[in-house]
Every structure is written in C-alpha cells, then in structure tokens.
C-alpha cells in the first residue's frame, strides 16, 4: 500500500452533464481523501467535460487505493467517464528523439537531471551520431538509427521496437528533423509531443524563421503539439512568442527561436508528464500550473 500520504492525480473525460464535479468530490470524500487542487471545463462546442483532481488520503480512516477505486468506478459507470489514476511521484517514461540540433535535448537533460521535470529519460534516440557523447555523459542508452539505404521503414519499426523495449510512455521529438509515416503517428497518438519552430499555423516546413524574415514579421515563435498524421497540424499544446524587428538578420532569428523553442517544448513535457493536458478532438484543454 502507498504512503496515507501520497498524492494521486485523477483525470476524467465524459460527456458534459449536470452534477458531476459534486459525483466525484463526494466519492472522494466518502473514503476519507482531501482534495488539494481541482479543475474543470465544460466544453461548449464539443458537448464534453474534463476535470483534473489532485488529492491525498487523510491520516485517519483511508481505506485505501482500492476502495477509492471502487467508489469512482461507480461514478465512472453513471456518467459514462473515462477516467485514469496516476500517483503524482510517478517520473513519466520517455524517449527522446533528436537529430543535429542539440539545443532542446540538451535543455530537457539538464532540466531532468536537476529534477525540474517529473519524466525518466530512459532512452535518446537518433538518425546521427552527433548528439551520443552529450547523452552518454548523463549516462543515458544512446540508440542510434540511421535511415540505411532509404529504408524508412524498418527505420521506423527499430524506433518503435526501441520505445516498447523501454517502455517508455511518451516520445518527445526535439527537432527530430524526420516526418513520422502515419502508421507510426498512429501507433503514438496522444503520447508523441514535437516542437515546431514557428508560430503555427504560419510558416510551415523548412526554414520557418527565414520565412518570417522574409516577411517581415514582428513577432516569432515556437508551438509544442502532439504528432498526428496531418503534418505540423496536431492538437497544439503550448505556444510562445517573441517581439523582432527589421534590425535583426535571420540568423539572429534562429538564435532567438532556439530560446523559445526551448521553453514552449520543455512546458509542453512538463504539463504532459502531470497529466494536465487532455485532449479534446484537435485541440487540447491544457489546466495549466498556477503561477
């Protein structure tokens, strides 16, 4: 049995109808466990509800996990949810996939390895050798892959075969400059998150920042989403954007988008990895952290 103390995260999914929040936080309370953070949204245009709760079992009268199952297994049933239960210490297993640019994977490493993000790294992989001697110096598998003899598709099965072997439960693409085939999109769906270096839906493949320049824009931007078939058109998870002006050359873009890139795809992780973001046909509800 988990420590009385553990915090659990419970995230639900149905069809948006009268009564639910009092449902669950009634059968919460009925086996002794207090609530620390709760979120909810009814979506008006889908008909669907969400909600995310984090609690704890209070020192006296827990029953335990089971029973606490039990309880939202009922309120489950009545309402029609989708519902999952997570301990909140449970480090998310992922495996990073990156090409020649460095700046993302190098940022995530240094994030996990201080304990800013709550994932295992378990694995990176790759299509080139550059990025091994940084991985191995945090003592992580370097799996590498090239694409031999053109050959994309038994590519793809080792990467796949290398994300069962470790089973990892989320593939981060940090600029992993390769176009997923759609079976492999598929086989990842929801749990495959892929950094775009632009502010999407503008300035799509290669050279988004000299296409920008190109246009003279006053803001860029980097967009965090999840992988779908539909290149770079997957349900968005987080943006950011900075100001420029017409005294910068492109590749003083390309070293600011780095920066933000950086941030958009590590956030992007993060909220994943707690379970705070939750997908909502092609889009996302995204209960963002406070502060």
């Not at 489950?76 to 994977?105: D, N, W, Y």
């Not at 240094?110 to 990025?131: D, F, K, R, T, Y």
């Not at 799996?143 to 981060?172: N, S």
């Amino acid at each position: 049995m988990k420590h009385p103390n553990e915090h659990y995260i419970l995230t639900v999914r149905c069809a948006d109808q009268s009564g639910i929040v009092a449902a669950v936080a009634t059968a919460l309370s009925s086996q002794k466990v207090f609530i620390t953070e709760s979120s909810h949204y009814g979506d008006p245009d889908t008909g669907l509800f969400f909600m995310r709760t984090v609690f704890r079992a209070e020192d006296e009268g827990f029953a335990g996990m089971d029973a606490v199952h039990a309880a939202l297994q009922a309120v489950a049933g009545r309402f029609g949810m989708t519902i999952q239960i997570t301990p909140e210490s449970h480090a998310m297993r992922t495996i990073i996939a990156v090409s020649k640019h460095g700046h993302c994977l190098n940022n995530l490493l240094h994030q996990w390895h201080s304990g800013e993000l709550p994932i295992n790294v378990v694995a990176v992989v790759s299509n080139h050798e550059e990025m091994r001697r940084l991985v191995e110096w945090y003592g992580i598998p370097y799996v590498h892959l090239p694409l031999e003899g053109g050959d994309k598709r038994a590519q793809e099965m080792r990467m796949l075969e290398t994300i069962r072997e470790y089973k990892a439960e989320l593939t981060v693409l940090a600029r992993y400059m390769q176009i997923l085939s759609d079976d492999l999109c598929r086989a990842l769906k929801g749990r495959c998150i892929n950094i775009h270096h632009s502010f999407l839906p503008s300035f799509k493949g290669a050279r988004p920042y000299h296409q920008a320049h190109a246009r003279g824009v006053k803001v860029i931007g980097a967009t965090a989403h999840y992988v779908t078939p539909d290149l770079d058109e997957g349900p968005i998870i987080e943006q950011e954007t900075v100001r420029v002006d017409h005294g910068l050359a492109p590749d003083e873009f390309v070293r600011i988008g780095k920066d933000i890139e950086n941030v958009v795809l590590s956030r992007a992780v993060r909220w994943h990895a707690q379970r705070r973001v939750l997908l909502n046909g092609e889009r996302t509800v995204v209960f963002r952290q406070a502060g």
